[in-house]
């Protein structure tokens, strides 16, 4: 009897959903790049809050990148999708017959959107600095007996201590400055030597950088190698060593590289700017804060695009300044106080944070540790607020325009395509996967996946989660 009833159970179309999916965890379990990895998965109905799959939801893992959705979902909730941030321009003294007797500061208000290329409706850093320009001359001011001063005191400026040395002088771990213009990134063009492994000359900056000075290593590649090149620097110094490679076959190649000092760079570029445009200073320009109990006026205010849209570049293109420059908005400037506000936030959204470890928001640290449920708890809770549509429309979609790396590709001509949003997240031996997955039958499933120490080609784990995705859209 025992045995007709369970067969009869198997026949529900529910019991035959749930053996399927568990199947298909258990084979990619038993993969040889994963068997030996830390695997963790928690997929939820959104709405419901049902289990329809895990594995190991509740070990601690490193995230990467996909971290990055939990800062993006505090900013706009605590801080609202339309919130804008300011950079303003003040001066001290006074303004005699032309010329102003004192320094002129430019306050850095926490804007990821000054001169951005990545940010649509920002304006060119030029744009802003003609503006700038303009209200100086409406104020009367034609020569500045004194500098300007890039102010960045608004934010603890500092890069997390456990972000690797390869990794600092680099754009993609550029310094979240409250005075932050152009991305805080510049441009290292080298040209490829003749032969295979022949030194890449240094040709030249954009935008110019004063006064910093390389030990160039960097060697030509291959055809077809791609950017295997480093940059070593640490934040204020002005020199820095080139290391690895670009590839051969091209009359010039381009690597990207963090600012050194953000608010002095601010400061030296206005200052050259104001220079060509007949505005000449007699003090070079530094990095500082007013004397205290000056008197500042203000001659102008510019402010940054909507918070949304900072969001939607986070996440679409994964990038770490924006991140972190949120954090910091959430900690009234300091980043430790936003990483207590960010696990406010996730114990608020119900989800676990007994064992939360967070280094820095970006998920660049090896030292994050997140539950997988955490990640999917979380994203039930963003489903049911205001905000969604926002907060989903910054996340990837197979083949999204907007988004770079390998995610783009992940479920490219297959139902996943209309149906998927997630981001990703990778660091040498991490794969995370977190999102949305509308199914077949019409549900809407929150998902997290994060791989640690896996041993498997990173586009074999991205087709082995597309298997999967599809498994769950087609079952549930």
Same mark, same amino acid.
């Given at each position: 009897?025992?045995?007709?009833?369970?067969?009869?159970?198997?026949?529900?179309?529910?019991?035959?959903?749930?053996?399927?999916?568990?199947?298909?965890?258990?084979?990619?379990?038993?993969?040889?790049?994963?068997?030996?990895?830390?695997?963790?998965?928690?997929?939820?109905?959104?709405?419901?809050?049902?289990?329809?799959?895990?594995?190991?939801?509740?070990?601690?893992?490193?995230?990467?990148?996909?971290?990055?959705?939990?800062?993006?979902?505090?900013?706009?909730?605590?801080?609202?999708?339309?919130?804008?941030?300011?950079?303003?321009?003040?001066?001290?003294?006074?303004?005699?017959?032309?010329?102003?007797?004192?320094?002129?500061?430019?306050?850095?208000?926490?804007?990821?959107?000054?001169?951005?290329?990545?940010?649509?409706?920002?304006? +060119?850093?030029?744009?802003?600095?003609? $503006?700038?320009? #303009?209200? *100086?001359?409406?104020? @009367? %001011? /034609?020569?500045?007996?004194?500098?300007?001063?890039?102010?960045?005191?608004?934010?603890?400026?500092?890069?997390?201590?456990?972000?690797?040395?390869?990794?600092?002088?680099?754009?993609?771990?550029?310094?979240?400055?409250?005075?932050?213009?152009?991305?805080?990134?510049?441009?290292?063009?080298?040209?490829?030597?003749?032969?295979?492994?022949?030194?890449?000359?240094?040709?030249?900056?954009?935008?110019?950088?004063?006064?910093?000075?390389?030990?160039?290593?960097?060697?030509?590649?291959?055809?077809?190698?791609?950017?295997?090149?480093?940059?070593?620097?640490?934040?204020?110094?002005?020199?820095?060593?080139?290391?690895?490679?670009?590839?051969?076959?091209?009359?010039?190649?381009?690597?990207?590289?963090?600012?050194?000092? +953000?608010?002095?760079?601010?400061?030296? $570029?206005?200052? #050259?700017? *104001?220079?060509?445009? @007949? %505005? /000449?200073?007699?003090?070079?320009?530094?990095?500082?804060?007013?004397?205290?109990?000056?008197?500042?006026?203000?001659?102008?205010?510019?402010?940054?695009?909507?918070?949304?849209?900072?969001?939607?570049?986070?996440?679409?293109?994964?990038?770490?300044?924006?991140?972190?420059?949120?954090?910091?908005?959430?900690?009234?400037?300091?980043?430790?106080?936003?990483?207590?506000?960010?696990?406010?936030?996730?114990?608020?959204?119900?989800?676990?944070?007994?064992?939360?470890?967070?280094?820095?928001?970006?998920?660049?640290?090896?030292?994050?540790?997140?539950?997988?449920?955490?990640?999917?708890?979380?994203?039930?809770?963003?489903?049911?607020?205001?905000?969604?549509?926002?907060?989903?429309?910054?996340?990837?979609?197979?083949?999204?325009?907007?988004?770079?790396?390998?995610?783009?590709?992940?479920?490219?001509?297959?139902?996943?395509?209309?149906?998927?949003?997630?981001?990703?997240?990778?660091?040498?031996?991490?794969?995370?996967?977190?999102?949305?997955?509308?199914?077949?039958?019409?549900?809407?499933?929150?998902?997290?996946?994060?791989?640690?120490?896996?041993?498997?080609?990173?586009?074999?784990?991205?087709?082995?989660?597309?298997?999967?995705?599809?498994?769950?859209?087609?079952?549930?």
């Amino acid at each position: 009897m025992k045995t007709i009833v369970l067969a009869a159970l198997l026949l529900l179309p529910g019991a035959l959903e749930a053996a399927d999916i568990k199947s298909k965890i258990g084979e990619i379990a038993a993969l040889p790049g994963v068997k030996n990895a830390s695997w963790g998965l928690s997929v939820k109905d959104a709405a419901t809050g049902k289990v329809v799959a895990e594995r190991n939801p509740r070990l601690n893992l490193v995230p990467a990148s996909s971290l990055k959705v939990v800062v993006t979902a505090a900013a706009l909730e605590k801080l609202g999708p339309e919130k804008v941030f300011y950079t303003r321009l003040y001066y001290d003294g006074s303004i005699v017959n032309g010329f102003l007797n004192g320094n002129l500061y430019i306050k850095g208000g926490g804007d990821a959107s000054l001169g951005s290329q990545f940010i649509g409706g920002a304006p +060119p850093p030029e744009e802003v600095f003609k $503006a700038w320009a #303009a209200a *100086l001359r409406a104020a @009367g %001011i /034609n020569v500045i007996n004194g500098a300007v001063v890039g102010d960045d005191s608004a934010f603890e400026s500092w890069q997390p201590g456990s972000w690797a040395w390869e990794d600092i002088g680099n754009y993609y771990a550029a310094q979240p400055s409250a005075l932050t213009v152009g991305d805080n990134l510049y441009k290292l063009y080298f040209k490829p030597a003749e032969a295979v492994g022949g030194e890449a000359a240094v040709l030249r900056t954009e935008p110019y950088q004063d006064g910093l000075k390389f030990e160039n290593r960097m060697k030509t590649g291959p055809k077809g190698s791609g950017d295997n090149g480093y940059v070593y620097a640490f934040p204020g110094q002005d020199s820095a060593v080139l290391l690895g490679s670009i590839p051969q076959g091209q009359p010039e190649f381009a690597i990207k590289a963090a600012l050194p000092d +953000p608010a002095l760079y601010a400061a030296r $570029a206005f200052n #050259a700017y *104001l220079t060509k445009s @007949g %505005i /000449n200073s007699n003090k070079k320009p530094y990095r500082g804060v007013p004397a205290p109990g000056a008197k500042l006026t203000q001659v102008a205010e510019t402010p940054s695009v909507p918070l949304k849209a900072v969001a939607r570049v986070t996440n679409k293109r994964s990038f770490n300044l924006y991140a972190e420059l949120l954090l910091r908005h959430l900690g009234d400037g300091s980043p430790s106080k936003g990483q207590e506000a960010l696990r406010s936030f996730l114990a608020a959204a119900g989800a676990d944070v007994s064992e939360l470890d967070l280094e820095d928001a970006c998920g660049l640290s090896s030292r994050n540790l997140v539950k997988p449920e955490t990640f999917t708890d979380l994203l039930r809770h963003v489903y049911k607020a205001k905000y969604f549509p926002d907060f989903y429309d910054s996340l990837v979609f197979p083949g999204d325009p907007d988004a770079t790396g390998h995610l783009r590709g992940l479920g490219k001509g297959t139902p996943l395509e209309r149906n998927l949003r997630l981001k990703s997240g990778s660091l040498n031996g991490v794969r995370s996967y977190t999102g949305y997955l509308k199914t077949k039958k019409g549900r809407t499933l929150a998902f997290t996946s994060i791989m640690n120490n896996y041993s498997m080609n990173g586009g074999a784990a991205d087709k082995m989660h597309e298997d999967l995705l599809l498994a769950l859209y087609n079952n549930y």
